[in-house]
């Protein structure tokens, strides 16, 4: 291929991406990621701010953070989930992570997130059609956010 050919096939390919809609590519769930608080996220996310609490889900994180932009939190559950949430009731944008779980897999993660302060973190576990929530308190001692 010689220098011609490869910057017209460069120019077709760039016109080519510059027409395609931008519905086609992922789009941004912006409602989900509001900054108007903690329950206004749920509302938003699972359709009620209230969400019962359960046995079923555990959260492991540290009672006190040193560092609030690596704090590590692990979530395992003990219901047939399909779907996870992870909020910080006190960032400016609560959620923090969400996963859709295809198939037989074991209902866990594992993630460092960052908190803008000391905050409860949520971990909400959609089985079925129900939700289930477990929180957790978290103080930091250096922010993050």
Do not use: C, T
């Given at each position: 291929m010689n220098r011609r050919?490869?910057?017209?096939?460069?120019?077709l390919g760039g016109a080519a991406v510059s027409i395609i809609p931008l519905h086609a590519f992922a789009a941004w769930q912006k409602q989900y990621f509001t900054d108007k608080g903690y329950k206004q996220a749920l509302v938003n996310l699972f359709g009620t701010a209230s969400i019962g609490q359960s046995?079923?889900?555990t959260i492991t994180a540290p009672a006190v953070a040193t560092n609030g932009a690596a704090v590590p939190v692990e979530v395992h559950c003990d219901l047939e989930a399909d779907k996870m949430f992870l909020l910080v009731e006190n960032n400016s944008t609560p959620l923090v992570y969400s996963i859709d779980l295809k198939g037989p897999v074991l209902p866990y993660f594992n993630i460092r997130i960052k908190m803008r302060e000391s905050s409860p973190v949520h971990a909400v576990v959609r089985a079925g059609e129900k939700y289930y929530r477990a929180t957790v308190n978290v103080d930091v001692t250096a922010q993050a956010c």
């Open positions: 050919s490869f910057l017209r096939a460069f120019a046995d079923k889900i």
